[in-house]
């Protein structure tokens, strides 16, 4: 099969567009015939070598950890999945991955794709919206009538947290620049802050959770916003400060899991209308570098998505 791989850490001259051994299922495992693959900051965060602790993955490696395909082969121990059933799953990044025409996963991580959407827009889900749900629901904790600043309101994550916030009744603060402003407030957000024109610290009190994707600075800053006791998830590194401590505000960092429920609520809310992808762009497989390139420049509205099989 074709598939998209590294032989040494690096740049994205790294990525070679190559044929590879087709995986086999484990017996707990199924193939999936990859229609299409995602592209997240975790993938060429991994190719540079950066993340070698936390995801050891053999050389070579087949990058991207987002799918939507077909089921080709389920191993024997599979009960809730078959051949031909339409699935999306975000795989474990310590293995090999999604920017090939084949990939295995846990059936337990799996679950089937949203109907309405195609595999395109169902490829650009797993990652951002399991990370968007986690970081709001199971770590957050956020209930409605509760005011979140989301960051990177126009990010991959975050454009999926807006929707989600907004569906659970929450009031909704967002951050991107000028060009954005108009797609974040299209997503459902009550007020949008252009963070380079005006600091969030500077128009926003009392808040009962922000959604950190950024870290750094924009994080310190972020504790001055929220009330006593409130909460700051982070997508990165979490630090906290006197000041958090001072005030018990929780910091969360976490990593995203791919449960099947998680996998499951988001594709009815995409089926009943409520949360969409956003698609920034689409590239075919072997463009993987270019794909890859465009994500690291870190401004991309949406998601990037590589195109593996013509849907
Ligand atoms: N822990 C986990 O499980 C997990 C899961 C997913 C992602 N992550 C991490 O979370 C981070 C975000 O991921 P992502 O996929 O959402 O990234 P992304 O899609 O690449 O984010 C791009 C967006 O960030 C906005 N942005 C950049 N700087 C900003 C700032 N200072 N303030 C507000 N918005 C800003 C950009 O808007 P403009 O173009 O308008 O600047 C752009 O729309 C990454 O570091 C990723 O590795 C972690």
């Keep these: 099969m074709k598939a998209v791989r590294i032989h040494e850490y690096g740049g994205p001259e790294k990525?070679?567009?190559?044929?590879?051994?087709?995986?086999?299922?484990?017996?707990?495992?199924?193939?999936?015939?990859?229609?299409?693959?995602?592209?997240?900051?975790?993938?060429?965060?991994?190719?540079?070598?950066?993340?070698?602790?936390?995801?050891?993955?053999?050389?070579?490696?087949?990058?991207?950890?987002?799918?939507?395909?077909?089921?080709?082969?389920?191993?024997?121990?599979?009960?809730?999945?078959?051949?031909?059933?339409?699935?999306?799953?975000?795989?474990?990044?310590?293995?090999?991955?999604?920017?090939?025409?084949?990939?295995?996963?846990?059936?337990?991580?799996?679950?089937?794709?949203?109907k309405s959407i195609d595999h395109i827009k169902a490829a650009a889900?797993?990652?951002?919206?399991?990370?968007?749900?986690?970081?709001?629901?199971?770590?957050?904790?956020?209930?409605?009538?509760?005011?979140?600043?989301?960051?990177?309101?126009?990010g991959g994550v975050g454009t999926y947290a807006v929707q989600f916030a907004k569906w659970k009744g929450a009031y909704v603060i967002g951050t991107t620049s000028e060009k954005n402003i108009s797609l974040v407030k299209d997503l459902g957000a009550d007020e949008v802050i252009d963070y380079k024109k005006e600091k969030f610290e500077d128009r926003l009190k009392d808040l009962d959770l922000v959604l950190d994707t950024i870290g750094g600075e924009t994080q310190k800053r972020s504790f001055k916003v929220l009330k006593n006791g409130g909460r700051l998830v982070t997508t990165v590194k979490p630090e906290g400060n006197e000041d958090a401590k001072a005030r018990n505000i929780v910091i969360a960092g976490f990593m995203a899991q791919s449960y099947p429920a998680d996998l499951e609520q988001m594709a009815a809310l995409i089926d009943q209308g409520k949360v969409r992808p956003v698609i920034a762009k689409v590239f075919p497989l072997e463009q993987a570098a270019a794909a890859e390139e465009l994500s690291e420049h870190g401004h991309v509205a949406g998601k990037i998505v590589l195109r593996v099989v013509e849907d």
Aim: no cysteine; proline share 8%.
């Design 125 to 154: 889900v797993p990652l951002a919206g399991l990370t968007a749900w986690q970081a709001l629901f199971e770590h957050g904790k956020l209930q409605a009538g509760q005011k979140v600043l989301i960051h990177a309101a126009s």
């Design 15 to 114: 990525l070679k567009y190559e044929d590879a051994p087709r995986p086999e299922p484990a017996p707990d495992e199924v193939l999936i015939k990859v229609y299409a693959s995602g592209v997240n900051p975790i993938d060429w965060k991994i190719r540079e070598g950066s993340h070698k602790e936390k995801f050891p993955g053999n050389l070579p490696l087949t990058l991207g950890w987002d799918v939507s395909g077909v089921v080709e082969e389920a191993g024997k121990e599979v009960k809730n999945l078959k051949t031909g059933d339409e699935v999306y799953s975000r795989p474990d990044p310590t293995r090999n991955g999604t920017y090939a025409e084949y990939v295995t996963v846990k059936a337990g991580q799996v679950a089937k794709k949203p």
